[in-house]
């Protein structure tokens, strides 16, 4: 029996949130578990609305230590300045998620397709090419292995591996290039290292893994990104620290900083 481990629970929980990941965390995930998919037209499409986003919130999102009006904790979201927790309320499919779908993406004929009906609920499609649209606002591909991480948390698989296979079979992501554009199916080296646990972890040590961790420093998260692209920290306490975690990140593509120090140099006059 293998499952996963909090030293990668803690690793899925820094890599997962983003300004703009609720449409790859959540929505698409649910949308796909609901049996949306890729169509030519809104009227092939499934029956669809908040009460099935909200079936997945209570599902893989639901912790303990929530507060009362807002059980679901969104590992989407970055942490406050403060260190806490971002939380959703319990009708987080009927009011943000639904404003995401419609407002940003019907309204402009993109992603999305949606066909009201008088009774029940709407028949909503992905529309072709909708990875590479969704991608133009989410920023780096999520990992597979990230979400599978956070998703099949209880779940007894034999390695990464099978733990990925079984979550894209819960929800196949698969649909339209979206792995490649909005997800990626990259394992980290450093998540084979650090392996599965022998037994599953509880609620409360979920909590502490994600919920109380400490929130990336500012040039951790800047070497946490060095294989996407470089962003200067607002915030650095070590300079020297800083600067050797770009060296190794730049040695690591195969080129070398090189430093350049200028000595005085004297001009003699008619050259």
Same mark, same amino acid.
């Given at each position: +029996? ?13 890599? @997962? ?12 995930? !649910? +949308?796909?578990? *609901? ?17 099935? #986003?909200? &079936? ?16 679901? /904790? ?8 403060? %260190? #806490?927790? *971002? ?5 987080? %499919?009927?009011?943000? @998620?639904?404003? $995401? ?24 499609? /992905? ?16 990992? $597979? ?14 390695? =990464?591996?099978? =733990? ?10 698969? #649909?339209?290039?979206? $792995? ?13 290292? $650090? %392996? /599965? *646990?022998?037994?599953? +972890? ?29 962003? @200067? ?10 600067? #050797? ?5 730049? &040695? ?10 200028? !000595?005085?140099?004297?001009?003699? !006059? %008619?050259?």
């Amino acid at each position: +029996m293998s499952f996963v481990s909090p030293p990668l629970l803690q690793k899925a929980v820094h890599a @997962l949130p983003h300004k703009q990941h609720t449409i790859p965390v959540i929505l698409l995930p !649910s +949308m796909i578990r *609901a049996g949306v998919r890729v169509h030519a037209s809104a009227a092939e499409g499934t029956p669809y609305g908040s009460d099935d #986003e909200n &079936a997945v919130l209570r599902e893989y999102f639901a912790l303990p230590s929530a507060p009362a009006d807002k059980p679901f /904790l969104a590992v989407w979201q970055p942490k406050a300045k403060t %260190g #806490e927790s *971002a939380w959703v309320n319990a009708d987080y %499919g009927g009011s943000t @998620l639904q404003a $995401i779908r419609t407002n940003r993406w019907v309204k402009r004929e993109k992603v999305f397709w949606q066909q009201k009906r008088e009774k029940g609920k709407d028949l909503w499609g /992905l529309r072709p090419n909708c990875g590479p649209d969704v991608k133009e606002e989410t920023g780096p591909p999520v990992r $597979i292995v990230d979400l599978a991480i956070w998703y099949g948390r209880e779940w007894d698989v034999s390695d =990464l591996d099978d =733990l990925c296979a079984r979550f894209l079979q819960t929800f196949p992501l698969g #649909e339209d290039n979206l $792995i490649g554009s909005v997800y990626s199916d990259d394992v980290p080296d450093e998540y084979r290292t $650090i %392996g /599965l *646990a022998d037994a599953p +972890m509880s609620q409360e040590d979920v909590v502490t893994v994600a919920v109380t961790y400490p929130p990336p420093t500012p040039e951790s998260a800047i070497a946490d990104q060095l294989d996407d692209q470089v962003d @200067l920290p607002r915030a650095v306490d070590s300079v020297a620290s800083l600067i #050797e975690r770009i060296e190794h990140g730049v &040695a690591a593509t195969g080129f070398q900083i090189g430093y350049f120090c200028p !000595s005085p140099v004297s001009v003699k !006059s %008619g050259h």
